[in-house]
């Protein structure tokens, strides 16, 4: 059973297009992440919701759009996708909002916008 | 405010030797450290982290690493690389009652045959 579950793995779209990638933890975390990878492999945060409650909102432009509707999804929308998100889009869970535990990361879901 | 450098985008050893994979921090506050790995087309997974108490810390995989304060310095050790480490791996740092976590730009480790 598969820890941390992102849904799709992989994504093709064209410019303009609204895409959603899903998030399922079956580990009874009570804090999820979105994090984006570049082509670089830089890894950055962009949300944390701790028990359905937003809690981490970097500088992301508002046409990304998370949605907690329980502690253990985390989703995230995506409207008038743009070249520059074509990345990997790494989900995470940890026990608690502190990082004095570990991050389990998804598989990530590759987006690619033409 | 933290922060955290990676020395060497790209690392390559010999199958056999020593790995060593460098890594220093800035933390205003007590800093808490960790090493990542991420296998391709995988999430990234941990090797080994400390918060407090003893300084050399061991991982999984026989890795290690070594927290030392006067060098602002958390680097990633292995005795004996073998082909299956070739990944990319990720230093990242947070301190005591912060919020998140910041990673490095990420080493990859090429293992020679």
């Known amino acids: 059973d598969t820890a941390v579950s992102q849904t799709p793995k992989y994504l093709v779209t064209q410019m303009g297009n609204d895409k959603s990638i899903k998030c399922e933890q079956n580990?009874?975390?009570?804090?999820m992440y979105w994090y984006k990878q570049d082509s670089k492999k830089f890894l950055k945060i962009m949300f944390s919701?701790?028990?359905?409650?937003?809690?981490i909102n970097e500088t992301v432009p508002n046409r990304f759009s998370p949605k907690s509707p329980d502690k253990a999804h985390l989703n995230l929308h995506i409207n008038s996708l743009e070249l520059g998100d074509s990345a990997v889009y790494f989900c995470?869970?940890?026990?608690?909002?502190?990082?004095?535990?570990?991050?389990?990361f998804g598989e990530g879901s590759r987006l690619t916008v033409l | 405010a933290q922060s955290v450098t990676q020395l060497g985008s790209h690392v390559s050893v010999s199958e056999g030797a020593l790995v060593l994979l460098r890594c220093n921090y800035s933390?205003?506050?007590?800093?808490?450290l960790f090493w990542y790995v991420q296998y391709p087309n995988q999430g990234l997974q941990l090797l080994l982290k400390?918060?407090?108490?003893?300084?050399l810390v061991k991982g999984i995989n026989g890795f290690e690493a070594e927290f030392k304060k006067s060098e602002t310095s958390f680097h990633l050790t292995k005795p004996s690389a073998h082909m299956s480490d070739a990944a990319e791996y990720f230093c990242?740092?947070?301190?005591?009652?912060?919020?998140?976590?910041?990673f490095g730009k990420g080493t990859r480790l090429h293992i020679l045959p």
């Open positions: 995470a869970s940890s026990q608690g909002q502190g990082y004095t535990g570990e991050l389990f």
């Open positions: 580990l009874g975390h009570d804090t």
């Open positions: 919701y701790n028990n359905k409650e937003l809690i």
């Open positions: 933390s205003s506050v007590p800093p808490y």
């Open positions: 400390y918060t407090t108490g003893a300084t």
């Open positions: 990242a740092v947070t301190g005591a009652g912060d919020d998140k976590i910041i």
